[in-house]
């Protein structure tokens, strides 16, 4: 069985640019959540999405966007990158939203270079 | 006060060491308890839960939570080379997001 499946995996932007990474759950998982993670630190929670519903947002500002297809893919789109942004990020999927007991499954990540 | 603290190493151990990983937390409404592995450049992968106070053991690795101190701990036997990774500690409330903390990074020395 395929697991959580990302593009690209790796990407390089200059500042000021925008950009959209893809993620595509297991086969049966609903939701989806999207995770920044800054060399040498642990996960950032960003979004979490749920039979195409926001179920929940981190302490991210605007410029951080996302939407859940019918498919149950998704994409994270982030407006006006700072160098900041620079990171790996990550998808995960599960079978279901609340109520949950925390097993993620992750895909390998998309790599973003911010010039 | 960070919600979840871990300490970020990095650890060097021989091979057949045991390690002992920890993480402290501050919210009490934390239930689930998780450790997750990332080796370089790949996404993290479940290799523990633990729903409340207990342990759990799952061959090499046993898990532990003591909810009245806010403390976890992972602990891995017989140390192998394979094992050399980051380990992550997260954590969730019933319905709430999974906090992770800032990692550890473990290697080992054949």
């Known amino acids: 069985d395929a697991g959580v499946t990302q593009s690209p995996t790796h990407l390089i932007k200059t500042r000021g640019q925008h950009v959209t990474l893809r993620c595509s759950p297991i086969s049966g998982h609903k939701s989806v959540s999207w995770y920044q993670q800054v060399l040498g630190q642990g996960p950032q929670f960003i979004f979490q999405?749920?039979?195409?519903?926001?179920?929940g947002r981190g302490n991210f500002p605007d410029r951080f966007s996302a939407r859940q297809f019918p498919n149950y893919s998704s994409e994270l789109n982030v407006n006006a990158l700072l160098l900041g942004d620079s990171a790996l990020y990550l998808c995960?999927?599960?079978?279901?939203?609340?109520?949950?007991?925390?097993?993620?499954?992750f895909g390998e990540g998309s790599r973003l270079t911010v010039l | 006060q960070k919600e979840v603290e871990q300490d970020p190493g990095p650890l060097s151990v021989p091979e057949g060491a045991i390690v002992s990983l920890n993480c402290t937390y501050s919210n009490s409404a934390f239930q689930y308890f998780m450790w997750y592995r990332q080796y370089s450049r790949k996404g993290p992968e479940l290799l523990m839960y633990t729903y409340s106070s207990g342990n759990k053991e799952d061959g090499r690795f046993t898990a532990q939570v003591d909810k009245s101190s806010k403390y976890i701990s992972l602990f891995i036997r017989d140390s192998q080379p394979s094992d050399s990774a980051t380990y992550l500690c997260a954590m969730k409330t019933s319905y709430d997001k999974v906090i992770f903390g800032p990692g550890t990074s473990l290697s080992v020395i054949p």
């Open positions: 999405y749920y039979e195409k519903e926001e179920r």
């Open positions: 995960a999927s599960t079978v279901s939203s609340g109520g949950y007991t925390g097993e993620l499954f």
